[in-house]
């Protein structure tokens, strides 16, 4: 961006047009904090002003980060509880433990595998083997060394071809994946999946722009069918591959409130301070007055008294309750995306805005990342040719992760214990127990859960004696 000045001097360069922009990238770096929102960047530069008043501005600027809790509040409480798991093959279990060689398991890859596709709405995920020449003879030492499939992530902005069939149905995906280096030069490395090859190549151009496709290898691999599991939460429009984000609103509005909050930092340090005026005597030469609170000034006999000029208050009040409206519009939209922003008290009076997502988003995408368990469990199994007898089940009821709300209802069914079934007070009971002693494995949950059974059956018991001596008395 540039803008010619009538003194010849130029506008701020180095500003990202956010209607250019790729959306996908920008929800990342308002997610993350990061690339051009962390350097200041997205901040758009005033018709008039010079790159150092843009340099000097970037550098006050904050964004206050309301999109990265909007997506987290409904992804997190899908994993807040066990998901359960069950197979009897080594090389299922070390690769749920292990699925991408970097030591994620399956229900921390599942979970930032929500987190994107909430955030993009398309997200790709990609079964990929080791090489041929390192592959182990033995099951032992697959298991040993950890030299089987695993997975590994694409998003929307890494596409770079695709192909459909006439019903939609995906034929190839082509990611850049970096670069390759050929002697001194570096050229943009892509690679093409299909259901029967992973395609390495990059794209040499000639001294007379000819375009010449060379490929690096060619690895095959054994599905017969496309070793990737497409994460959706929207449909695209027919032809397309990767659906326009659910969250670019989101994004769009911490944008403005990005940059609202960068010019009320720049009101209050240019503009909303008093400046000291003094009458100048005939014939006087001007000169700089520093005033502190440890000196005096004197003016002369007969001259004005020195005043301030107060600036207006209605500027910045008039950017903050833009910003205040700006943030109302983000709580109304992150509530059509299933996010609630609640204002809640903490440590007195001291304030705090939390969000939380509704059960029915919740759901929504403890779907969505379910079945994509599922789909990468069974990709594995067929790899390998193993039995495809597991079992991946996830929680079938969430509540937003408000302790102080489950603590109410679990202090309401403790104090009707004897007129509620002891399912019900048992499940309250394990609720506080899991927050006194979050370290528990399942057998000791197993353990405290029989313990648990066997008091309330003991005080039902005890209750029916006391009942049948109570009619005894009576007779």
Same mark, same amino acid.
């Given at each position: 961006?540039?803008?010619?000045?009538?003194?010849?001097?130029?506008?701020?360069?180095?500003?990202?047009?956010?209607?250019?922009?790729?959306?996908?990238?920008?929800?990342?770096?308002?997610?993350?904090?990061?690339?051009?929102?962390?350097?200041?960047?997205? *901040?758009?530069?005033?018709?008039?002003? /010079?790159?150092?008043?843009?340099?000097?501005?970037?550098?006050?600027?904050?964004?206050?980060?309301?999109?990265?809790? /909007?997506?987290?509040?409904?992804?997190?409480?899908?994993?807040?509880?066990?998901?359960?798991?069950?197979?009897?093959?080594?090389?299922?279990?070390?690769?749920?433990?292990?699925?991408?060689?970097?030591?994620?398991?399956?229900?921390?890859?599942?979970? %930032?595998?929500? #987190?994107?596709?909430?955030?993009?709405?398309?997200?790709?995920?990609?079964?990929?083997?080791?090489?041929?020449?390192?592959?182990?003879?033995?099951?032992?030492?697959?298991?040993?060394?950890?030299?089987?499939?695993?997975?590994?992530?694409?998003?929307?902005?890494?596409?770079?071809?695709?192909?459909?069939?006439?019903?939609?149905?995906?034929?190839? !995906?082509?990611?850049?994946?970096?670069?390759?280096?050929?002697?001194?030069?570096?050229?943009?490395?892509?690679?093409?999946?299909? &259901?029967?090859?992973? @395609? $390495?190549?990059? !794209?040499?151009?000639?001294?007379?722009?000819?375009?010449?496709?060379?490929?690096?290898?060619?690895?095959?691999? =054994?599905?017969?069918?496309?070793?990737?599991?497409?994460?959706?939460?929207?449909?695209?429009?027919?032809?397309?591959?990767?659906?326009? =984000?659910?969250?670019?609103? *989101?994004?769009?509005?911490?944008?403005?409130?990005?940059?609202?909050?960068?010019?009320?930092?720049?009101?209050?340090?240019?503009?909303?301070?008093?400046?000291?005026?003094?009458?100048?005597?005939?014939?006087?030469?001007?000169?700089?007055?520093?005033?502190? @609170?440890?000196? +005096?000034?004197?003016?002369?006999?007969?001259?004005?008294? =020195?005043?301030? !000029?107060?600036?207006?208050?209605?500027?910045?009040?008039?950017?903050?309750?833009? &910003?205040?409206?700006? %943030?109302?519009?983000?709580?109304?939209?992150?509530?059509?995306?299933?996010?609630?922003?609640?204002? +809640?008290? &903490?440590?007195? +009076?001291?304030?705090?805005?939390?969000?939380?997502?509704?059960?029915?988003?919740?759901?929504?995408?403890?779907?969505?990342?379910?079945?994509?368990?599922? $789909?990468? @469990?069974?990709?594995?199994?067929?790899?390998?040719?193993?039995?495809?007898?597991?079992?991946?089940?996830? =929680?079938?009821?969430? +509540?937003?992760?408000?302790?102080?709300?489950?603590?109410?209802?679990?202090?309401? !069914?403790?104090?009707?214990?004897?007129?509620?079934? $002891?399912?019900?007070?048992?499940?309250?009971?394990? *609720?506080?127990?899991?927050?006194?002693?979050?370290?528990?494995?399942?057998?000791?949950?197993?353990?405290?859960? #029989?313990?648990?059974?066997?008091?309330?059956?003991?005080?039902?018991?005890?209750?029916?004696? *006391?009942?049948?001596?109570?009619?005894?008395?009576?007779?």
């Amino acid at each position: 961006m540039s803008v010619a000045f009538q003194d010849g001097q130029s506008a701020a360069t180095g500003a990202v047009d956010i209607i250019t922009c790729n959306p996908h990238v920008a929800i990342d770096q308002f997610y993350d904090y990061s690339g051009d929102v962390a350097n200041g960047n997205m *901040l758009v530069p005033h018709t008039i002003e /010079t790159e150092e008043k843009y340099a000097e501005r970037k550098k006050f600027s904050c964004n206050v980060n309301y999109l990265a809790p /909007t997506i987290d509040a409904v992804i997190r409480p899908i994993f807040d509880k066990k998901i359960k798991r069950f197979c009897e093959n080594e090389m299922v279990k070390l690769f749920w433990n292990n699925v991408d060689c970097r030591g994620s398991s399956m229900d921390s890859f599942m979970r %930032r595998s929500g #987190e994107e596709v909430r955030k993009h709405s398309t997200y790709f995920i990609i079964m990929d083997n080791f090489p041929e020449d390192e592959q182990p003879k033995t099951e032992a030492d697959a298991l040993a060394n950890r030299v089987m499939p695993y997975v590994y992530k694409k998003k929307p902005q890494d596409v770079a071809d695709y192909g459909l069939d006439a019903r939609g149905a995906i034929q190839y !995906v082509t990611f850049y994946n970096g670069t390759h280096k050929v002697g001194d030069k570096s050229y943009p490395k892509f690679c093409k999946i299909d &259901k029967d090859y992973f @395609t $390495a190549y990059y !794209v040499s151009v000639s001294d007379k722009r000819e375009k010449t496709i060379v490929i690096i290898d060619e690895v095959p691999h =054994p599905l017969g069918r496309l070793p990737i599991e497409v994460m959706r939460d929207k449909l695209p429009e027919d032809g397309e591959l990767c659906a326009h =984000p659910r969250a670019y609103n *989101l994004m769009r509005i911490s944008h403005s409130l990005y940059n609202k909050d960068s010019e009320m930092r720049e009101s209050e340090r240019k503009e909303q301070f008093s400046m000291l005026a003094i009458e100048m005597v005939d014939g006087t030469v001007p000169a700089h007055i520093a005033v502190g @609170t440890s000196n +005096t000034m004197y003016y002369g006999k007969g001259a004005k008294t =020195p005043a301030f !000029v107060e600036p207006s208050p209605g500027i910045l009040a008039g950017l903050l309750a833009t &910003k205040q409206s700006l %943030r109302d519009d983000f709580f109304m939209v992150a509530g059509q995306s299933g996010v609630t922003g609640v204002q +809640t008290a &903490k440590s007195g +009076t001291a304030m705090a805005f939390e969000f939380m997502g509704k059960e029915s988003s919740i759901r929504e995408y403890a779907d969505i990342c379910e079945v994509a368990d599922r $789909a990468i @469990t069974q990709m594995f199994c067929d790899w390998i040719d193993a039995a495809d007898d597991f079992v991946i089940e996830y =929680p079938d009821s969430y +509540t937003p992760a408000d302790d102080a709300a489950q603590y109410k209802w679990a202090d309401i !069914v403790l104090m009707n214990r004897e007129s509620l079934p $002891a399912s019900v007070v048992s499940d309250a009971t394990m *609720l506080i127990a899991s927050k006194l002693r979050p370290s528990m494995t399942d057998e000791d949950a197993a353990d405290m859960a #029989e313990e648990i059974r066997l008091f309330a059956d003991g005080e039902s018991k005890i209750s029916v004696d *006391l009942t049948d001596e109570e009619a005894i008395d009576a007779e």
